[in-house]
């Protein structure tokens, strides 16, 4: 059960209550002084009003200190509100981040795309995706958020952008591996995974899960912490092992602390995994915390080279847009993309010679005829021909 781990995991990193107490420490004087909880209050819990005096809890070791309300631990929803309140730009990044994902003949040829948030929290990033700045435009909502309270506010904030109960799923329930096309409603042209891997124990296959719901042509992005061999290097690692192309970026999250107090602190100390510190010396001169997030982002039905009767249909077509000398080559993929982000996986693949000789051939134009090579990425730009280039935004 996610949600008693997550508390369980919560209470095993809160400071020892006893470095807590103040002045001299009496013992308990509801049962033995043998220093063991369960004897000295006899099993109950330091919220029972029959352990100590209201307005004292019991140590571990048989004592009791005054009860402060900055000790209790924050709940999940509050400690994500404060972490919102200080990565002020994170939710604009990532809104861009899925803009520039996007770009191309899938924006180009719908008037509104769909988008299945997982793990949405209160809409953050679906309030940036609908501000006046992007350039996206949605028509169909669908969110996974399991926290209650959370996702009562993500109703409110999705109605208020204009969403209506035609144009708006939201489920309480979390988002698994054995979550159902029914359930989700819909194949979605986007999919993403904003900070909600955390607390999966198999993220790769709740990844891949997540895949099967991205409408042909769609991407599906995942944003998580960058750490050195960590969660991002092994799903990175997974899809190379499935023949899946990818493009990574990365970008920084800076959180203002300056304003918070030792319980939010606390709170974030869990959230952040001990990067926001509680040492009042070192807090007083760090006020400002800098997170490097990265975000992987995949375009599933282009750029997934496995299945020998997609690459066999993606070669023949391929094959038709060359001269007769180029049809006799054999390249070491054709991938026809959809998106940006299927032309970035392309590019990045050769530039570390994931697939072939790290070279890449592009057809499509009127002078690609012989642009066709043996044990390279020939990328086929047919679904570009109303896409105009933009001189001041480059790959």
Not at 264 to 282: F, M, N
Not at 304 to 327: H, I, K, T
Not at 349 to 364: D, E, H, P, Y
Request: glycine share 8%; net charge neutral; proline share 3%.
């Amino acid at each position: 059960n996610p949600v008693v781990f997550r508390e369980f995991c919560s209470l095993l990193l809160l400071p020892s209550a006893s470095t807590g107490s103040t002045g001299s420490k009496p013992k308990c004087d509801l049962g033995s002084d043998k220093g063991n909880l369960t004897e000295c209050c006899s099993g109950k819990s330091a919220e029972s009003e029959d352990c100590c005096d209201i307005g004292r809890s019991c140590t571990h070791d048989g004592t009791y200190k005054s009860y402060d309300p900055q000790d209790d631990p924050m709940k999940d929803c509050d400690i994500y509100r404060v972490y919102l309140r200080c990565a002020k730009n994170e939710s604009s990044a990532i809104a861009k981040l899925v803009q520039d994902a996007v770009i191309g003949p899938l924006t180009y040829n719908k008037t509104g795309l769909s988008l299945l948030d997982i793990g949405a929290g209160t809409g953050a990033v679906l309030g940036q995706l609908c501000s006046a700045d992007n350039q996206v435009a949605l028509s169909q909502y669908t969110a996974f958020e399991m926290d209650g309270d959370l996702c009562q506010e993500l109703r409110s904030n999705a109605f208020g952008l204009g969403f209506d109960n035609r144009s708006t799923k939201i489920s309480g329930q979390p988002f698994t591996t054995q979550t159902t096309l029914e359930e989700v409603g819909s194949r979605h042209d986007i999919v993403l995974l904003s900070n909600c891997l955390y607390g999966s124990r198999d993220k790769e296959s709740l990844l891949e899960h997540a895949m099967k719901f991205v409408a042909r042509g769609g991407v599906v992005l995942v944003v998580h912490r960058w750490k050195p061999r960590g969660t991002v290097d092994e799903i990175c690692q997974r899809l190379s092992s499935k023949s899946i192309l990818y493009h990574t970026s990365i970008f920084e999250s800076s959180l203002d602390l300056s304003s918070l107090s030792t319980r939010q602190r606390s709170g974030l100390q869990r959230y952040t995994k001990g990067d926001v510190s509680l040492d009042d010396e070192q807090t007083s001169a760090t006020r400002l915390l800098v997170l490097v997030m990265a975000c992987i982002a995949i375009e599933p039905h282009a750029c997934s080279l496995q299945g020998s009767d997609g690459r066999s249909a993606n070669l023949e077509e391929a094959r038709g847009r060359v001269g007769y000398l180029a049809r006799r080559k054999v390249p070491a993929c054709v991938i026809k993309p959809n998106t940006t982000t299927g032309i970035r996986a392309c590019l990045l693949a050769a530039s570390l010679k994931m697939v072939g000789n790290g070279k890449v051939t592009v057809i499509g134009g009127g002078h690609s005829e012989n642009a066709f090579a043996d044990d390279t990425i020939a990328i086929n730009m047919g679904l570009w021909n109303k896409v105009k280039a933009s001189p001041n935004r480059r790959l």
